[in-house]
């Protein structure tokens, strides 16, 4: 068994070490888990692929809720914390089968051809990696040409981007959130705040810089946990854009009574977005999955999923 030094608990705990390398750190539980991903192949379905992945996250949150109980105890610590390696690692090795799969890359790096580097960063950029709202009309147009579609979204999620917002979009949540005050956790780089804000909504944002080696926190995101944010701020609406899989904040919004409307950006595989159990499990809010809204994420696809969650009222 393990010994764990209290500091690297710590960071382990609070998510400050990013998936790849907790896999070189503890190459042992990186050989667990792809033992057990051994019994999936090419047949393999969501399903099957969703039930691993949920043992991993429930063995986690029982780890988590163990360790948080014992104060922190040394024994408890080297019994549980490898559970929250293991899943940790397990879901970035299935994240990053799925952006293979995507970009149809097993190695080398992923670069666009000029022709396609050129459209896409007028299209989708002001600058660099700063996202503007895209034209829904010129993105479409543009896209047909695009030779090599597959490999954006591979290219540019380790910059924290893991969708386009289009303008049609933006005006639509601009006008749900309407005058209530609205608080976007997990804000990352800022980009959809930005938008909302130059919409005339009035929107902070938050995130717990977890990303801060790969993102550009700007200076108007706070950084606060998600459920620290929502105490703080205490927002009519929330919203959130790409949240983690499985996190650990999400089912905590259901319980907070001045919250009357959450708006998720995300992937309808709960692999790859969200809390789906929670979505499922909590009964004071109506859920949404608004199709139209949907279409309106970009690059397009079947698995964009915009959820409207509104409190019930008596």
């Known amino acids: 068994m393990r010994i764990f030094l209290r500091e690297k608990a710590d960071e382990v705990l609070k998510d400050q070490i990013d998936p790849k390398t907790l896999a070189l750190q503890y190459p042992e539980y990186k050989e667990t888990v792809l033992k057990e991903f051994s019994v999936l192949n090419k047949e393999s379905n969501v399903e099957e692929i969703a039930a691993i992945i949920n043992t991993y996250k429930a063995k986690a949150r029982f780890a988590m809720n163990r360790i948080h109980k014992s104060g922190n105890n040394q024994k408890t610590l080297n019994a549980f914390l490898p559970d929250i390696i293991?899943?940790?690692?397990?879901?970035?090795?299935?994240?990053?089968?799925?952006?293979?799969?995507?970009?149809?890359?097993?190695?080398?790096?992923?670069?666009?051809?000029?022709?396609?580097?050129?459209?896409?960063?007028?299209?989708?950029?002001?600058?660099s990696f700063e996202r503007k709202p895209v034209s829904l009309f010129w993105f479409k147009l543009f896209w047909t040409f695009i030779t090599d579609k597959k490999i954006l979204m591979p290219l540019v999620n380790n910059k924290g981007i893991y969708c386009f917002y289009s303008r049609t979009l933006i005006k639509e949540l601009s006008n749900l959130v309407g005058k209530t005050k609205c608080l976007e956790i997990g804000a990352g780089d800022g980009t959809l705040t930005t938008f909302l804000r130059e919409m005339g909504v009035h929107c902070d944002a938050t995130d717990d810089y977890s990303w801060g080696k790969y993102i550009?926190?700007?200076?108007?995101?706070?950084?606060?946990?998600?459920?620290?944010?929502?105490?703080?701020?205490?927002?009519?609406?929330?919203?959130?854009?790409?949240?983690?899989?499985?996190?650990?904040?999400?089912?905590?919004?259901?319980?907070?009574?001045?919250?009357?409307?959450?708006?998720?950006?995300?992937?309808?595989?709960?692999?790859?977005?969200?809390?789906?159990?929670?979505?499922?499990?909590?009964?004071?809010?109506?859920?949404?999955?608004?199709?139209?809204?949907?279409?309106?994420?970009?690059?397009?696809?079947?698995?964009?999923?915009?959820?409207?969650?509104?409190?019930?009222?008596?």
């Open 86 to 127: 293991k899943a940790r690692i397990a879901i970035d090795i299935l994240q990053q089968s799925y952006f293979i799969a995507q970009s149809g890359k097993t190695s080398g790096k992923i670069r666009f051809n000029l022709w396609d580097g050129l459209i896409l960063q007028k299209v989708l950029f002001k600058k």
């Open 216 to 314: 550009q926190y700007p200076d108007f995101v706070e950084k606060l946990e998600a459920k620290e944010a929502l105490g703080k701020y205490k927002p009519e609406t929330v919203i959130c854009s790409w949240s983690p899989p499985g996190n650990a904040f999400e089912k905590s919004i259901f319980t907070m009574d001045f919250i009357k409307l959450y708006i998720v950006i995300g992937s309808r595989n709960p692999l790859f977005t969200g809390d789906h159990e929670a979505y499922q499990k909590q009964d004071a809010f109506t859920m949404e999955y608004n199709q139209r809204l949907s279409a309106l994420v970009l690059p397009q696809s079947e698995d964009n999923a915009v959820y409207i969650f509104r409190r019930k009222t008596d």
